[in-house]
């Protein structure tokens, strides 16, 4: 009677076949991680608020970079461009809003920097 060896191939095999599942879930379990995280990072991203200290700076016009506090009724007031309501935004869509009105008044292509030095709007509960 002859034994039939098993050769490297089939143990190869008997492996991949074996690391499988794992082949497939890591994948699908990276996929969910990196969709809660977008979706966690769009639904707590800071929202402006009255009080709330910021820094506006605006690329190529130093001489309009300023900081300023948010009013009790959500504006700010900025040279030249006057009051903008700022309360409610995030830092990314005031920069949207300013540049947008420099574009309208004073700017070709204007690049503005939005930063939340002190956040007072929002108290922090233990």
Do not use: W
């Not at 039939?4 to 994948?27: D, M, N, S």
């Not at 990314?92 to 709007?121: G, I, N, W």
Request: proline content about 6%.
């Amino acid at each position: 009677m002859k034994v039939k060896r098993i050769g490297k191939p089939f143990f190869i095999f008997q492996v991949i076949l074996g690391f499988a599942p794992f082949l497939i879930t890591i994948p699908l379990l990276a996929q969910s991680v990196a969709g809660r995280s977008d979706t966690e990072s769009q639904n707590s991203e800071y929202r402006i608020g009255p009080d709330d200290l910021l820094n506006v700076s605006i690329f190529e016009a130093p001489e309009m970079n300023c900081t300023v506090r948010v009013s009790a009724s959500g504006q700010i007031s900025l040279q030249l461009l006057g009051t903008v309501q700022a309360a409610g935004l995030t830092p990314r869509e005031l920069e949207f809003v300013l540049q947008a009105r420099l574009r309208q008044t004073y700017m070709k292509d204007p690049h503005v920097s939005v930063f939340v030095q002190e956040l007072q709007s929002h108290s922090v509960v233990r």
